[in-house]
């Protein structure tokens, strides 16, 4: 009877089948088996990448996003990866997309644009370990993208040009308010400024008038009779100059008026 072998590489597992089978599984080495009878079938058990296409998710306020998801998967039970599950690959991809939909299905979109960390620690707990039911692990998952639909970008797009326009429409207020507020009170700084300088020309100007009139009114208490009668007898001279011909003076000075030179050239000349 003749006999085959077949080599099972490094990080594979080999399963022996007889008449279709599975009898047991071999590790990585030669391995003999009968032809016709047998087979060894290899299943690698190292790390697989898997990109899982762009699918629409609808979020809680009806927003329709197109996710795009990567992740890093390895088998870890050969038996169950390969005999349990047609295809446990796109089992797996299921499972993913079923709990992606659920997880972003309870946020807002914008909640859900701005969460993608939280959405991959979601879902990476959400699935854990697969071995179990697909004999695979999950190592790590990843949203690459989340994508409004077009109309929602375009409406997005116009909030925003409105939320800038806005800001800077309350900026330039702002702005003008400031500059107003500026004038205004440089021009009030100004004015109190000039009312106090003028108050301060007014009280010095007071202050002098005030020292003339206590000077005079001190030299005058300090004057005798003879200093009034002297200013009597100069004005007695200014009024003999002139064309006036009317004297007021009082009574108890009209007896002593002709003892004055000026008065008497001025009743002489009449």
Same mark, same amino acid.
Do not use: C, Q
């Given at each position: 009877m003749a006999?085959?072998?077949?080599i099972v590489p490094q990080n594979n597992r080999g399963l022996v089948e007889t008449l279709g089978k599975y009898?047991?599984?071999v590790e990585p080495g030669i391995h003999f088996?009968?032809?016709f009878f047998q087979g060894i079938k290899k299943?690698?058990?190292?790390?697989n990448p898997l990109k899982l296409p762009n699918y629409s998710v609808i979020t809680k306020d009806n927003a329709d996003v197109s996710a795009s998801v990567t992740l890093n998967y390895h088998v870890t039970d050969a038996v169950k990866y390969e005999y349990e599950n047609t295809d446990s690959v796109e089992s797996m991809a299921q499972l993913v997309r079923g709990h992606l939909r659920d997880i972003i299905g309870r946020m807002d979109l914008n909640e859900a644009l701005g969460a993608t960390a939280r959405i991959n620690q979601e879902l990476a707990t959400a699935i854990g370990d697969l071995t179990n039911t697909y004999?695979?692990?999950v190592d790590r998952i990843n949203i690459d993208e989340l994508t409004p639909s077009r109309a929602i970008q375009e409406a997005m797009d116009k909030q925003l040009t409105a939320d800038r326009e806005r800001v800077a429409t309350i900026a330039q207020a702002e702005g003008e308010a400031k500059s107003i507020e500026l004038t205004t009170k440089a021009k009030n700084d100004a004015i109190m400024a000039t009312a106090k300088? &003028? @108050?301060d020309a007014t009280k010095s100007r007071a202050d002098a008038e005030k020292y003339r009139i206590d000077t005079v009114q001190a030299g005058l208490r &300090? @004057?005798?009779?003879k200093y009034f009668q002297n200013q009597s007898i100069n004005a007695f001279s200014d009024l003999a100059k002139s064309n006036s011909n009317t004297i007021v003076v009082s009574s108890d000075q009209v007896a002593s008026l002709g003892q004055i030179p000026a008065v008497g050239?001025?009743?002489n000349s009449h």
């Open positions: 006999i085959f072998f077949k009898r047991n599984s088996y009968i032809p299943v690698s058990l190292a790390m004999g695979i692990n300088a &003028e @108050a &300090e @004057a005798d009779d050239k001025l009743l």
